[in-house]
């Protein structure tokens, strides 16, 4: 039901508040949050108090709006993502430990790779994401497989465009995306040279649930002119690991 004279409902608005927390912007005024939901000042402090008020946002010492505990708490219940997190952190820690570069789990959400977790070191290179972090499907080797392993209608609708160049070598025309897509089928991972940063390689395989279907990509992050097999071991390893914890049985 529209609850506004512009037509959108409480929920949206609601939604709109709470998506204005990112990763990096984790704190924010009343009015920061109103500005950035597109709300009028009036509405976005009463929404705000409202959900301080219920505990899914908190106040600091300094008046200042953050994510609250039983938001958390809620989205964690029965969570599949959760399930799927702590299934791979033994696999991963594995990983992370051997190849000691970032190690990072993936999941498909609204077309795009949401990142449910990341294990880093000292040692570990650079890298951009983080967790709750997204990237573009075709610019992050997680992507790729999410994408290679999908369903049809999700290639085509990201084939379709834009893609969104986030690096030098990122691949923005269609045709080479799809023949690099029917590569990561056949060969069962993904290598993405200089995909997000011209420093960096990212090398990615699947993860399947007890039906067998793909539902997350297992990854590391190494420097640009390291060798990759022995990373494509680990990961093929855990992935497996990882699919056996969920059910998966060949």
Do not use: C
Not at 159 to 186: F, H, M, Q, W, Y
């Amino acid at each position: 039901m529209a609850n506004s004279t512009s037509g959108d409902s409480v929920t949206d608005r609601l939604v709109r508040v709470l998506s204005t927390f990112t990763p990096t912007r984790t704190v924010q005024t009343a009015a920061e949050i109103g500005r950035r939901a597109d709300l009028p000042s009036s509405t976005a402090h009463r929404l705000v108090g409202e959900l301080v008020d219920s505990g899914l946002l908190e106040r600091d010492d300094d008046r200042r709006i953050r994510i609250g505990v039983k938001l958390w708490e809620l989205a964690t219940r029965s969570s599949h993502a959760l399930r799927l997190r702590q299934a791979a952190m033994p696999s991963m820690e594995r990983v992370q430990a051997r190849i000691r570069e970032h190690t990072q789990l993936a999941i498909l959400e609204q077309d795009e790779a949401l990142f449910l977790e990341r294990l880093s070191g000292p040692e570990s290179g650079s890298n951009v994401t983080r967790i709750a972090g997204r990237l573009p499907l075709h610019a992050a080797s997680s992507g790729l497989v999410l994408l290679a392993f999908g369903d049809r209608e999700l290639r085509e609708r990201i084939l379709a465009g834009p893609l969104v160049r986030t690096a030098a070598e990122t691949l923005t025309d269609p045709a080479a995306l799809r023949r690099k897509l029917a590569e990561v089928a056949a060969l069962g991972y993904a290598v993405a040279p200089g995909y997000i940063e011209a420093v960096s390689t990212g090398v990615a395989v699947p993860v399947r649930d007890e039906t067998g279907t793909v539902v997350a990509a297992l990854s590391v992050v190494l420097r640009r002119d390291a060798v990759i097999e022995p990373a494509l071991v680990e990961l093929h390893r855990a992935a497996r690991e990882i699919g056996a914890a969920l059910g998966y049985r060949r």
